[in-house]
């Protein structure tokens, strides 16, 4: 598919915004002179902090254990899984060379480490009692990406990939485990705020070595899919030719079953996109590096009793654990503040002048509805925790809201076509046949998204072939 | 220098040890098929990540902001400072190819990011408003090493170097803040209870792109040198060929000065080295992964009543905030379990049976001096926060005993020669000239480690040429 005139410049602008935003906002510098690379920002990188350690949460509450692998894969490991390494050749960074020396054997920086981690599962499992193993670990990623590159959203370096890689006895404990990361991961994107599709793959899309993959999706403002996270059943296909066995009750060898599943940078991309308005980001507070702002608004004459009522409530916020920041600042107006914490997403301003001083309360703007009002110094810090309360579930609810508009119910192939054109997602009754979708992308240049989970069959006909369906598949335009 | 067979078999054997144990206390694998480069286990992860902690938090209270840098340098960057790539070109990885491409640039994989980190300075930085900037990250980094390699100590990825980067207005400012460096990496290997020498580093063993270095050392079992944090005074080195340029309060354009100082991976080998005994780790408590281990020992009358009352001290210690395991596993004796955790270090043991259960107590073992004795249950808690300080600071002025005692005073080149051979430390009185220093580098293959910063001239004769003393120099084997 080629992009009309018009699209390419809706999506200039929509990138353009972006790569600004991350700037300004002091997320994420994209000006590093490396093609598809960024810097994380110090206001940046405490948000990817804060993020990670949600996921850390979940996966050390789950039994998953925190490791850390090299980054370089000799040649000969990364091909030793046929459809793997078909998949990834065109897509690896090689190293060649050491100082002034060729090297004998090169290594490929980790696209994905499934191949850096398995022979060293094939040393360390042993017996039945050494399983299930569960580990996880947050590395750089690499890829050579022909496709344009974006911040964040598609990069050469993935700069926080968190993957995890799990070995079972069975088949059916593997599948267990399967559905135990998508309650993770949807834990983890409800504490995001984020909305999402969790889809299973096309077979032509899963992931190179799984037997499926199960994606979660969301969408983005300008219509286009982000995939935002993925776990992958991969039965043997590794432990095979990775000779990861097991000795099982009865003295037999045999071969564990595995799973991956793996979250990039992505993640925040979407909740900056997603969650912003015109004025700039609005972050979740409980991933917001500053949850509060005081700003102080005072004269020469009230200087001291304004700052010094300020610093109390500073104080008093900061002793009951909230992220704040007083800004005294000297040389910025009160409004240049307000706007500069409003780009960044600080979830909640309190605004301290000579008023709220003498009638001993504070006035609280939310920053997501872009609302004020006034609150009683001695209910500060339950109005607060109240409000984030609020703060989170109004963007949660608003980023649903937001999604379910831009996916329509189509019934025929003309109306998946005219949907996806218009910028949204196409969710359409489905036979089943890979022949019905198969097509569609191929002729189209859209991407077939996939399947959700647990859905009953539509009591209606294929959009294509007309036959009785079978699935809900969805359709869209794509990063 | 060539080594005789008696030193080859001495370090082959700590080396064995080393390696052996930082596999069997589950810290790093080194058995990953890629010399140079291993695996951070569970346990040891744990480790790495509270020792990263504590160098975090001396970061952050001192106003240093945490980013994070592309891997990936281009060859023109790297190649912007004439000293710095001379040093480097020998060490470093080069990425040549991606997918099935050549590369039109070269890109290397960061040896140390100054070259990453200094173009986007130039950006960043615009007027002496914007200054001091002090940031740091914490990385993978790539040397080609083509001495032999050592597990954490010698890599060719190091995992975690912590790098911090700073930039000044004045030569002062500058020279300020490496005073600052010292004063942090002091409390952070303190905090480690590591024993270091603080020894600015001859001429021509400064970091390359420096004015001067000063190292942190400290001394292994064995009698050999480790560095263990560099601080590296860098001056207008790098900031006139990358441009780093600010508008002073008169409007004028003036060069930064900078300083740069890290951290590698090998604090934790030396202090898995230097506080060990043969029985394995004894990990100071405040960055053992696990601080106490409860060991239930009962029969099978009495099981029910001893594990009941284990669980009780369980909660109490784990409400109380001790990172804390109780050891129910039916399949191991108490005495294995013992073995178990000592070798992994942790430095308290709580040993319950009926005897305890009966009398109201717990028996409390102390890692590192191996003494038992009985604690009432109602002073559990504070006599365990007491043990731990003590077994912290018994740690530490054990170690630096045992370091000290590898250090000799000597006043001749002779017995320079003779304290390096019998696997001491030699430290010397120096009359300050290099070629003093130079030649016994140069013919005996010891290192000439420097000279530690305010100290009076010693009312000594050069160890060399006899002369007046000015400086004292040490001498020693090296990793």
């Given amino acids: 598919m080629k992009e009309t005139a018009k699209e390419t410049s809706k999506e200039k602008k929509f990138m353009d915004w972006f790569t600004e935003i991350l700037q300004t906002a002091e997320i994420y510098d994209y000006r590093y002179p490396v093609k598809g690379c960024g810097v994380w920002l110090p206001y940046g990188f405490k948000l990817r902090e804060l993020t990670l350690k949600i996921l850390r949460e ?93 911040p964040i959203i598609r990069v050469r370096e993935v700069m926080s990939f968190k993957e995890a890689h799990t070995a079972h006895a069975t088949k059916e404990e593997a599948e267990k485990q399967v559905e135990e990361a998508v309650q993770i991961y949807s834990k983890f994107f409800d504490k995001l705020a984020l909305p999402y599709l969790i889809l299973k793959r096309p077979e032509w899309d899963k992931f190179a070595g799984a037997e499926y993959s199960i994606a979660f999706d969301t969408i983005m403002p300008n219509g286009k899919r982000l995939q935002i996270g993925t776990i992958h059943y991969l039965g043997q296909t590794f432990s095979k030719p990775f000779e990861i066995k097991y000795e099982d009750v009865n003295g037999q060898q045999k071969y564990v079953y595995q799973t991956c599943y793996g979250i990039s940078g992505r993640p925040i991309a979407a909740l900056i996109a997603i969650h912003a308005d015109e004025r700039g980001l609005t972050l979740p507070p409980n991933i ?48 240049s503040k307000y706007y500069k914490w409003e780009l960044r997403g600080v979830p909640i301003r309190v605004e301290i002048g000579e008023r709220e001083v003498e009638k001993s309360e504070v006035t609280v703007f939310r920053r997501d509805k872009l609302e004020r009002r006034s609150v009683k110094r001695g209910e500060i810090i339950g109005e607060l925790k109240k409000l984030e309360k609020e703060i989170h579930l109004n963007l949660k609810e608003r980023a649903w809201g937001k999604m379910r508009e831009k996916i329509r119910l189509t019934r025929t192939l003309r109306e998946v076509i005219k949907t996806v054109e218009e910028g949204k997602i196409a969710m359409a009754p489905w036979c089943g046949k890979n022949s019905c979708i198969k097509e569609i992308e191929n002729e189209t240049g859209f991407n077939v998204l996939g399947t959700p989970l647990n859905v009953e069959p539509p009591a209606e006909n294929c959009f294509n072939c007309q036959k009785e369906a079978e699935k809900i598949i969805y359709i869209g335009k794509s990063y």
């Fill in 58 to 150: 979940l996966l050390n509450e789950t039994g998953h254990s925190e490791t850390l692998f090299p980054l370089l894969i000799p040649e000969n490991m990364l091909q030793k899984e046929s459809e793997h390494i078909a998949k990834f050749e065109e897509e690896v960074y090689w190293v060649t060379r050491g100082g002034l020396n060729d090297l004998k054997v090169k290594y490929a920086l980790r696209p994905t480490s499934e191949t850096a981690i398995y022979p060293m599962f094939s040393l360390w499992i042993r017996s039945h009692r050494d399983l299930p193993v569960k580990i996880y670990q947050v590395v750089n990623v690499f890829r050579y990406e022909t496709k344009t590159t974006r």
């Fill in 288 to 335: 917001a590096p500053i949850q509060a702002v005081i700003i102080p608004i005072y004269t020469k004459e009230n200087r001291e009793k304004v700052m010094g009522y300020c610093k109390e409530v500073f104080s008093l916020l900061k002793d009951n654990g909230f992220r704040v920041k007083l800004d005294n600042a000297e040389d910025e107006t009160p409004g």
